[in-house]
């Protein structure tokens, strides 16, 4: 049986302001609010740890807002306030020398957490790779959550530990495979992360590349030449298909993992 009622969410900016909508209630979104309700984080991502009275809590300092490609989201060596979730979109992590030179070190998908709890200041700027909408939250009352509930600090375990498993497999790519194989990694790791709402089970996927030729090539190690010609190889063999530039559609994601060497 199902039931409609009102049911709070945020829309916050500066100051926690409430509005109400009505809603579906059933088995799955009893209690839930508005604003996570569809959420794909509260399903994958972090917030499926917590329970509908602390997604409630949480929600009512929560802000969920967008922003364009190329903007600032986390600074280097930066006060941290407020962590977030990604709910669409593509975000560049990237590591800053003293000397000013920067490496990209990793790219974050929906429902990805960002950020690093009890930690005060970042160590790695995040900037949004492609237009991304974020779902952010006070640094403090995350933290009061982790402490309060064990499965929440569980779920941050495990995406630290797949992340640190993602850079290993990283580290093996940038260390022994071939310009090939490292643009076929690229885009592979794109394609399986691109739809947060896509299964295992997909067989393609279609995507804008989030990076320039420019930075696929700082990120993998390779000129801009070899990251133009590898793709163009990858084109013409019909593992990819590439129209306007920069959108790349891949048929049979079986067959770009197996020019990876997955």
């Not at 199902?2 to 809603?23: D, F, K, M, N």
């Not at 209690?31 to 794909?40: M, N």
């Not at 922003?67 to 593509?90: H, T």
């Not at 005060?120 to 492609?130: D, F, M, R, V, W």
Request: charged content about 30%; hydrophobic content about 40%; overall charge positive.
């Amino acid at each position: 049986m199902r039931r409609y009622r009102a049911l709070p969410c945020v829309a916050a900016t500066g100051q926690e302001h409430y509005r109400c909508s009505i809603v579906r209630e059933d088995i799955h979104t009893a209690g839930i609010p508005v604003l996570c309700a569809s959420c794909e984080a509260r399903h994958r991502g972090i917030c499926g740890a917590l329970n509908s009275e602390q997604l409630v809590a949480l929600a009512r300092s929560t802000k969920r807002h967008k922003a364009e490609a190329g903007k600032e989201l986390v600074g280097d060596s930066r006060s941290v306030e407020r962590f977030s979730n990604v709910l669409l979109g593509v975000v560049k992590l990237t590591k800053t020398l003293s000397d000013g030179r920067q490496q990209i070190v990793g790219l974050q998908f929906a429902p990805d957490f960002l950020g690093r709890p009890f930690q005060s200041e970042s160590t790695l700027s995040a900037e949004a790779a492609t237009d991304v909408e974020l779902c952010s939250f006070p640094r403090q009352a995350l933290e009061r959550l982790i402490r309060e509930q064990p499965d929440l600090e569980h779920r941050l375990l495990e995406q630290k530990l797949r992340e640190l498993d993602q850079a290993r497999d990283w580290m093996v790519a940038l260390g022994r495979k071939t310009a090939s194989e490292k643009i076929a990694s690229f885009l592979l790791m794109i394609a399986r992360n691109i739809d947060p709402a896509a299964g295992p089970e997909r067989r393609g996927a279609a995507f804008d590349l989030p990076l320039s030729r420019a930075e696929i090539a700082d990120f993998l190690g390779l000129t801009v030449e070899t990251v133009s010609r590898q793709i163009t190889r990858l084109r013409g063999e019909n593992v990819i298909r590439i129209e306007n530039n920069r959108h790349v559609i891949v048929e049979d994601i079986g067959r770009l993992a197996a020019r990876a060497g997955d």
